[in-house]
């Protein structure tokens, strides 16, 4: 059974530029939600796509959209980025609503 | 406002004894508890869920206690051992099937001392 893959693993952007960020869900999950992390927090929802649609989103920005393809797999992108989107970003998959697994994530450093 | 606490950001346990870690809650549409153990440079990897139908759900060495009218949740580790030396969230779900995601604490650092 493969599991959740993220990349990439680590990213350098700039201020102001957009970024992509990439996920696998694990094999027979349908549902995918990506998290973001800051330093010494817990992770925070920005959304959830299940089966293309988002269905889901926390209170994050609309320059932070996703997708989610036939294939269950899922991108974040994130536009006009800022200092404060320096993070770990995680992706989690999940059979409908049972438990997410989540992926190793991406370490996003803007300068 | 914090809707997931866990109070303690580290605990020290010896190896062999039990390790419990607590989480209390705010957010009374919380129906669906979860706990992730997380390693440096990975993932936070599932460990066991508790629905609010339930008070005690167990799995090997791990036991998780829910107390609803306390709005409170604990994790038992028993025999605690050194590979469970990590940081342990505490993840709560509103009622409805999970489409607003995951509500984490801030993580309680767990030392598992030889």
């Known amino acids: 059974e493969t599991g959740v893959t993220q990349s990439p693993t680590h990213l350098i952007k700039t201020r102001g530029q957009q970024v992509t960020l990439r996920c696998s869900s694990q094999s027979g999950h349908n549902t995918v939600s990506w998290y973001q992390q800051a330093l010494g927090q817990g992770p925070q929802f920005i959304f959830q796509?299940?089966?293309?649609?988002?269905?889901g989103r926390g209170n994050f920005p609309p320059r932070f959209s996703g997708l989610q393809f036939p294939n269950y797999s899922s991108e974040l992108n994130v536009n006009a980025l800022e200092l404060d989107d320096s993070a770990l970003y995680l992706c989690?998959?999940?059979?409908?609503?049972?438990?997410?697994?989540f992926g190793d994530g991406t370490r996003l450093s803007i300068l | 406002d914090q809707q997931v606490k866990q109070n303690s950001p580290s605990l020290s346990v010896q190896e062999g004894r039990i390790s419990i870690l607590n989480c209390d809650y705010t957010?009374?549409?919380?129906?669906?508890f979860l706990w992730y153990k997380k390693y440096p440079a990975e993932g936070p990897t599932f460990l066991i869920s508790i629905s609010s139908i339930k008070d005690k759900n167990e799995d090997g060495r791990f036991t998780v206690f829910l107390n609803k009218s306390a709005k409170h949740l604990s994790l038992h580790i028993v025999p605690s051992q050194p590979g469970d030396s990590a940081v342990y969230f505490c993840?709560?779900?509103?009622?409805?099937?999970?489409?607003?995601?995951?509500?984490f604490g801030k993580g309680t650092h767990l030392i598992i001392q030889p």
């Open positions: 989690a998959s999940s059979l409908d609503s049972q438990a997410q697994h």
């Open positions: 796509y299940y089966r293309e649609e988002e269905n």
């Open positions: 993840a709560a779900r509103e009622r409805g099937g999970g489409a607003d995601g995951l509500t």
């Open positions: 957010n009374s549409m919380f129906d669906y």
